[in-house]
């Protein structure tokens, strides 16, 4: 039975990846190196931030900012972008919110503390989450499970009675070994990743799942789809192929 949910936020929440590689990007420029967008993507997704600081350190041995120097330049750059178009991935925040009226639910991202409380402004879900952990609240990053073990102890409830909501290879690999059921959401728009160590992996834009524990059902899930007849037809055919094989 699950008793807690633990949602990361960047990509899984918000669709917020593809800006920090901008903004990452336009640093890098900025500071006379020349990357393109496939290097950057390369760069930020999937890992943490002093992750990504140590893999442009390594690509680019001259470039001379300090760790936190980098972020305060990265920050603003990402705030500017931020406001030009909506980030909220609002199947992600309608199921926290469902899931958040019978159950605890909290927020591990690999992000600072301004840029969660930003995220959580920009979704209007403070009042349904019980806390968050940011990336300066815990070491080291995913995918060591260190981050999850500490929200499962905050919330006072097992690591395997917790399900994780994420979206990246390290994220995943940090719900397994901290003993937790993982769904990993994935997006056909954006960076594949191997998230093949996830229990479910669903396809953002096209289905939703929704824990029976959340409708009173335990031990069964109610997926929503978004697609033409035609495609429900062969996803569900897909679903019960999956089922058969066992």
Same mark, same amino acid.
């Given at each position: 039975?699950? +008793?807690?949910?633990?949602?990361?936020?960047?990509?899984?929440?918000?669709?917020?990846?593809?800006?920090?590689?901008?903004?990452?990007?336009?640093?890098?420029?900025?500071?006379?190196?020349?990357?393109?967008?496939?290097?950057? $993507?390369?760069?930020?997704?999937?890992?943490?931030?002093?992750? @990504?600081?140590?893999?442009?350190r390594r690509?680019?041995?001259?470039?001379?900012?300090?760790?936190?120097?980098?972020?305060?330049?990265?920050?603003?750059?990402?705030?500017?972008?931020?406001?030009?178009?909506? @980030?909220?991935?609002?199947?992600?925040?309608?199921?926290?919110?469902?899931?958040?009226?019978?159950?605890?639910?909290?927020?591990?991202?690999?992000?600072?503390?301004?840029?969660?409380? +930003?995220?959580?402004?920009?979704?209007? $879900?403070?009042?349904?989450?019980?806390?968050?952990?940011?990336?300066?609240?815990?070491? #080291?990053?995913?995918? +060591? #499970?260190?981050?999850?073990?500490?929200?499962?102890?905050?919330?006072? $409830?097992? #690591?395997?009675r917790c399900?994780?909501?994420?979206?990246?290879?390290?994220?995943?690999?940090?719900?397994?070994?901290?003993?937790?059921?993982?769904?990993?959401?994935?997006?056909?728009?954006?960076?594949?990743?191997?998230?093949?160590?996830?229990?479910?992996?669903?396809?953002h834009a096209?289905?939703?799942?929704? #824990?029976?524990?959340?409708?009173?059902?335990?031990?069964?899930?109610?997926?929503?789809?978004?697609?033409?007849?035609?495609?429900?037809?062969?996803?569900?055919?897909?679903?019960?192929?999956?089922?058969?094989?066992?």
């Amino acid at each position: 039975m699950i +008793d807690a949910y633990i949602f990361d936020m960047d990509g899984t929440l918000l669709d917020s990846e593809i800006l920090w590689v901008e903004a990452v990007k336009k640093c890098l420029i900025d500071f006379g190196f020349p990357v393109s967008h496939e290097e950057a $993507i390369d760069i930020v997704y999937g890992v943490s931030w002093h992750d @990504i600081y140590e893999e442009i350190r390594r690509r680019f041995p001259g470039f001379g900012l300090g760790y936190q120097q980098f972020v305060s330049v990265v920050d603003p750059i990402f705030a500017a972008l931020r406001h030009t178009r909506d @980030i909220r991935i609002h199947s992600s925040i309608e199921l926290l919110r469902k899931l958040a009226r019978d159950f605890p639910v909290c927020i591990v991202s690999g992000s600072n503390t301004a840029g969660v409380n +930003d995220g959580i402004d920009i979704m209007g $879900i403070r009042q349904d989450i019980r806390f968050f952990l940011a990336a300066d609240d815990y070491s #080291p990053g995913k995918p +060591d #499970p260190t981050c999850f073990l500490m929200a499962a102890e905050r919330l006072e $409830i097992e #690591p395997a009675r917790c399900l994780v909501f994420e979206d990246s290879r390290v994220g995943v690999q940090a719900a397994k070994a901290a003993g937790m059921h993982c769904v990993a959401l994935s997006r056909a728009d954006r960076p594949r990743q191997d998230v093949s160590l996830a229990d479910l992996v669903l396809e953002h834009a096209k289905v939703a799942f929704v #824990p029976g524990e959340a409708f009173g059902a335990p031990g069964y899930g109610r997926f929503s789809f978004a697609l033409a007849d035609d495609d429900m037809e062969e996803g569900i055919a897909r679903i019960a192929r999956l089922v058969a094989a066992g």
